[in-house]
């Protein structure tokens, strides 16, 4: 089952709406580019798609690795008014945290051992478009605090700077776990989830 939680926070307050795969559909709808398949499930996919793809909310793909939640990203950012802008995709479960950092954020000269020239982040990198953010619950404590002030703020230092960068960016975010279940278990800020899962589509 697809569901799809729209989820608003305003001055302290929050209202919900939910889509699921029962509802009833309006006849068959045109497949995502790199998507196939034609069950009632991946219509369910296309249509969902569709509906958050105008907004510039973040998202938050839920799902098993291999359910295509990649795919997904890629479709809502072609579709949105974001698609002339960059599609940055950055693997969180495949770098140690500091490497991470410097990949998110980038770097100046001198900020470690190794950092011989100043780096783009991929964040900046993604300046007008989107960034992916695969395997979030990967992420360390440390580094969940430095996320959640780009969300809320759109601005991040790099690595060893002290020059605030200021970025236009939408977040869309995937993780294999259930992000609830992670928070609960004091493995991810609950505020950052929170951030993320203004429109939630589970795979």
Do not use: W
Not at 72 to 101: Q, Y
């Amino acid at each position: 089952m697809f569901i799809v939680f729209l989820e608003k926070r305003l001055a302290g307050m929050r209202s919900a709406r939910v889509f699921s795969a029962a509802e009833p559909s309006a006849g068959a709808v045109e497949p995502l580019p790199g998507l196939i398949g034609s069950s009632r499930k991946m219509q369910e996919v296309y249509r969902l798609t569709r509906q958050v793809a105008g907004s510039n909310a973040s998202v938050l793909l839920l799902g098993e690795t291999g359910t295509g939640k990649e795919l997904v990203a890629r479709a809502i950012h072609r579709l949105s008014p974001r698609s002339g802008g960059p599609f940055i995709r950055v693997n969180c479960g495949a770098l140690a945290e500091t490497l991470l950092e410097s990949e998110l954020f980038g770097h100046v000269r001198g900020a470690f051992t190794g950092a011989i020239e100043n780096r783009t982040g991929r964040f900046e990198a993604a300046h007008t478009g989107v960034i992916f953010l695969d395997e979030i619950n990967s992420t360390s404590l440390h580094l969940q605090v430095k996320l959640l002030r780009v969300l809320q703020e759109q601005e991040f230092e790099r690595v060893g700077d002290t020059q605030t960068i200021r970025v236009d960016v939408r977040v869309i975010a995937a993780s294999n776990r259930d992000l609830l279940d992670e928070v609960q278990a004091g493995r991810f800020r609950e505020d950052l989830y929170y951030r993320l899962n203004v429109i939630t589509i589970t795979l």
